[in-house]
């Protein structure tokens, strides 16, 4: 069994560090969220007093942070007191699970290995339920040496891991597959809301749409519609789930990725705008589903 420090113990990091317990690894926790850290060690964590606490002494450190100034400041750089890439023990393997920009992550990985340290990124899809579940799909980006070092801790966590490619590759693909959601889930809303203002059970729609060109994943396992789908955030409220605000970050990343190699997002600018508007109404905390109720005039 292996010695983990967690780092970043939220809707996400959390499920996902008690899950590496439940596998029998012995995981060191930290979070700037006492309340976090608190119901980590109730799932069998050890504390850390900081992040470069949490970083000694492991085989394995792994990460669960919320945007790419957190990455670059919790990792540093060698000879940067208190950082990550500092204070780990040589030798020990470094697995970022955040969503970030493609920069970040390449630069990042470039400070590890030149501390000598192995490293992958690993940003998730699958949402509050699948890090509960420990069914995740790991998009992983890295050395293929590191990766295959990685991909049994991974497995915890995710059903599916995918290597992608180098460094990057995995943030890259996975702000791809979240753009298409968000526009698809715009779509659906769109087409529920509408057939509900004409009169007709959006049941029916979804029902012929599944079968039929119009289907989707946004549509058939996370309608936004309420009591379409079992288990749905429709159906609790729009509780997440996966957040607007991590839907707005994640559109707002992909822009600024097509941005940087020229090509042009019009529907992926689209759906950016839609969820920063969705945040702007004060429902970024709610799930990303709940965009329906921008379309909805009743």
Not at 36 to 48: D, E, R
Not at 228 to 255: C, Q
Request: charged fraction near 15%; proline fraction near 5%; glycine fraction near 14%.
């Amino acid at each position: 069994m292996a010695r983990i420090g967690f780092i970043g113990l939220g809707n996400m990091g959390g499920p996902m560090a008690a899950n590496l317990v439940k596998a029998g690894h012995t995981v060191t926790a930290f979070d700037l969220s006492d309340a976090a850290v608190s119901a980590a060690v109730a799932a069998g964590c050890q504390k850390a007093e900081s992040a470069a606490a949490c970083a000694k002494g492991q085989d394995v450190i792994m990460t669960m942070l919320p945007a790419g100034p957190h990455v670059r400041a919790v990792y540093g750089a060698k000879g940067e007191q208190g950082s990550v890439i500092d204070s780990a023990d040589s030798g020990t393997l470094l697995i970022d699970c955040s969503t970030i920009d493609v920069a970040s992550a390449r630069s990042v990985a470039a400070n590890a290995e030149e501390r000598g340290l192995e490293m992958v990124e690993a940003p998730v899809t699958g949402g509050v339920p699948g890090a509960v579940a420990g069914t995740l799909t790991m998009i992983v980006g890295g050395p293929k040496a590191a990766f295959e070092k990685a991909k049994p801790f991974l497995e915890i966590v995710g059903g599916k891991v995918v290597h992608c490619g180098e460094a990057g590759a995995g943030q890259a693909v996975k702000i791809c597959n979240n753009m298409m959601l968000a526009i698809t889930m715009i779509g659906v809303a769109e087409g529920m809301t509408l057939i509900r203002a004409l009169g007709i059970d959006p049941a029916i729609l979804k029902e012929v749409s599944t079968a039929g060109s119009g289907n989707s994943w946004a549509l058939t396992n996370y309608n936004p519609e309420p009591g379409l789908t079992e288990g749905a955030p429709a159906g609790n409220g729009y509780k997440p789930g996966f957040a607007g605000a991590m839907m707005a970050k994640d559109t707002a990343l992909a822009i600024e990725a097509g941005t940087s190699v020229g090509v042009p997002l019009p529907l992926g600018g689209a759906a950016a705008q839609m969820f920063r508007l969705y945040c702007q109404a004060g429902m970024g905390g709610d799930d990303m589903s709940g965009i329906i109720r921008m379309l909805k005039t009743k």
